[in-house]
């Protein structure tokens, strides 16, 4: 099992979601409002202004079977570029275990 975290754009959410959509065996994700900044944000302005200068992005979490990662990242990355600086980022981190509370049911089954 696999955990995918995804940072976007917020204008690519839509054709990141309907996309994702299309794939058979994907139980869901979660979309988050997030703010933050990466290398490119190198700017002259005093450290006091660089302390609320974050980028607005989106977070995406997945988890998903081993057999589904390559289709999930590859249409991420396919839907949400735009070929500009900061189109976001993608982790793929191994997933020890899932507990779904509702029934107990634990490893594959409660994703």
């Given at each position: 099992m696999k955990?995918?975290?995804?940072?976007?754009?917020?204008?690519?959410?839509?054709?990141?979601?309907?996309?994702?959509?299309?794939?058979?065996?994907?139980t869901g994700m979660t979309v988050l409002e997030v703010k933050g900044f990466?290398?490119?944000?190198?700017?002259?302005?005093?450290?006091e202004e660089q302390l609320y200068d974050f980028v607005p992005h989106l977070k995406i979490e997945i988890f998903c079977l081993d057999e589904l990662v390559k289709e999930i990242v590859s249409t991420i990355e396919n839907a949400a570029h735009t070929g500009l600086r900061g189109d976001g980022k993608i982790y793929i981190c191994d997933l020890q275990d899932a507990v779904r509370i509702s029934s107990g049911e634990r490893g594959e089954t409660a994703v």
């Open positions: 955990h995918i975290i995804a940072y976007i754009k917020p204008h690519k959410l839509s054709e990141v979601t309907l996309a994702l959509h299309k794939i058979e065996g994907l990466g290398r490119g944000r190198k700017t002259e302005a005093s450290l």
